[in-house]
């Protein structure tokens, strides 16, 4: 199976009955929806032909050229994306999907993951990286989201916080996450956490005891 292609049938038939049924065969309902259809359909997906037809690096966000055939009817081709899927919680397997199609000059909402590279500079005193942001909200074209967005975090010394507003978006892509919001912070080593904690506390103790 090719990467970005992706072919899927119309379902006529809805129901619990036909769901298992589709299961049996290794195949999953879903619904596709959006961009050039007047109304939801439904379809049957083979999820390993989906899985591979995904990009390894964009994942979810693949633009995919997608064939729907329909018994009887000619064959319609879309772009679209893998907007949601559902996993069995047992099982781990997918159970349905929604696929939605797009309009290639409409921009869409969707999540990137963020990448950390380089090695902080307060590393060398034992500070440690707390993540607090793993995947930023964008809006772009579809041909412009990207696989991931690098966030250099190898000026950080201990104390230091990066947020939003301190990364360099890809050229036609803006974030739809607040600027203040913070991705990532220097802290420093538990033990001098730890210390300086027990030192406020004999502070506040000694005063205590002079009062």
Known sequence: MEIGKLTVHR????????????????????????????????????????????????????VLTLDIEDDGADKRQLLAMLWDYQIHPRRREVTHVDIITIDPEQEI?????????????????????????????IRA??????????????????????????ISLPEN???????????????APESEVLVAGGEATEAAESEGEGA
């Open 11 to 62: 379902r006529r038939e809805t129901g619990k009955g036909i769901s298992r049924r589709l299961r049996a065969q290794n195949l999953v309902p879903g619904t596709c929806y959006g961009a050039g259809l007047d109304e939801a359909i439904s379809i049957t997906v083979d999820p390993k032909v989906l899985q591979e037809s995904l990009d390894p690096i964009k994942r979810q966000n693949t």
């Open 109 to 137: 909402d969707v999540e990137v993951p963020l990448e950390l590279v380089g090695k902080p500079a307060g590393a060398v005193y034992g500070g440690q990286l707390n993540i607090s942001l793993h995947q930023l909200p």
């Open 141 to 166: 074209k579809p041909r412009f989201v990207p696989g991931r967005i690098q966030v250099d975090v190898s000026g950080m010394n201990v104390g230091d916080s990066l947020h939003v507003s301190d």
């Open 173 to 187: 892509v803006a974030s739809n996450a607040s600027e203040e919001l913070s991705i990532v912070t220097c802290t």
